[in-house]
Every structure is written in C-alpha cells, then in structure tokens.
C-alpha cells in the first residue's frame, strides 16, 4: 500500500472509531438524524436527550471536528445541524436509522408535537399514525413530513388520523369500528404507553 493511501486509511479508521465510541454521540446522532431539518442548541439537545449539557457539548464538538454536524452561532446559543453535504454523512444516517430502528427515530422526530400523548404508526398497506391528544392541526404536516423522510416515502403517502384523549378512551370502551382495525393491524406504539392506549 502507497504511503498516501495509509496515511488515508488510518485516517478513516480513525474518524470510524470515533463516530463509534461513545452512547452520547450515538444518541445524538440518532435524534440529529430523526430531526435532520431542524437545527439544535445545546440546551435544547440536552432537554430532549436527558443528558448534561457539558456531554451533549463535547459530542457536539466533536461531531463537528469530524464533519458530522455543522454550528453556527446564532444570537446567544450555538446552533448545530447534519452536515449532508459531507460525504459520508447520508451513509452515516442509513447506518443510524438501520441500527437504531425506524421505532425510535421516529419517537425523536416527534418528541416535540405539543400535546401529543399517543402516536401509533401502522406500515401495512400503507403508512399510517394515528396521533392521540390536544394536537393541533398544524401538526399534521410536521408529522406527515418527518414520517415520510424517517419511512422513506413521500410525506403525501403517509395516512394520519386524530383522536382527542378523551375521545380515544371513550372509543376503545366501546369497541368503535375504526379503532378496532387499528388495534387489529398490530401498530408500533411510538409515542406513550402501549398499556394504556391499546389496554
């Protein structure tokens, strides 16, 4: 092996050790993939992820030395967002959406719809949420947006529907025709407890 192609070499395997060594990073990894449109301060991937700032900002760091992310300062906070233009980076978010599963990305890309206590996603025959709260109706794009992208199908194919807290409860007391069929498909419960929205 030419000494340049070494040199290229231990430099790759050392960006790939470093991507690979650490729960924060992969964990922030997997919320910056599942939220790839937005861009995060520090304290709000603290807030979202459970963790220190101090780890969340050493990641972050370092994520961007590597060409993971992109930061830019933006009035008081440092705002950071994947870098897609990087070469490496779309592959590095296959790598994270096929490690992490579709389940969990999807529980990071909507961890911020205010309101939504439930969120049920049935893939057959074609994707559908069913969003359970005090959601508002300008959700509903988000939603259809970021499922699309995590599903990988156009946003317009991805069917939602909306039950208030309240009328989901009354409705599964009384065995109502269209929550029994989404009972009955088997959905992934992405957001809240399976215990109490499929008791």
């Known amino acids: 092996m030419a000494s340049g192609e070494a040199a290229r070499s231990r430099g790759g395997t050392e960006i790939l050790a470093e991507l690979l060594s650490s729960k924060v990073r992969a964990a922030v990894l997997a919320f910056m993939v599942a939220r790839e449109e ?9 807030r979202a992820l459970d963790l220190s700032i101090s780890s969340v900002q050493h990641e972050c760091y370092k994520l961007e030395r590597l060409g993971v992310l992109r930061g830019r300062r933006e009035g008081a906070s440092r ?3 994947l870098d897609r233009e990087h070469g490496f980076v779309p592959v590095l978010m296959w790598l994270v959406l096929s490690v992490v599963g579709q389940a969990e990305l999807l529980r990071y890309a909507l961890s911020d719809i205010e309101g939504l206590e439930g969120a049920l996603l049935v893939q057959e025959p074609r994707p559908s949420v069913t969003l359970i709260g005090d959601v508002g109706l300008e959700a509903f794009s988000t939603v259809q947006e970021r499922v ?10 991805v069917d939602i529907s909306f039950y208030g807290s309240t009328t ?3 409705r599964l007391a009384s065995g109502d025709a269209a929550v029994a069929r989404i009972r009955a498909a088997e959905p992934t419960v992405i957001v809240g407890d399976a ?3 499929l008791p």
Do not use: H, N
């Open 38 to 46: 937005s861009r995060f301060s520090l304290t709000e991937l603290s």
């Open 148 to 157: 699309g992208k995590i599903l990988e199908v156009a946003p317009a194919d």
């Open 195 to 197: 215990k109490t929205l």
């Open 168 to 170: 989901w409860r009354e």
């Open 79 to 81: 705002r950071y967002w």
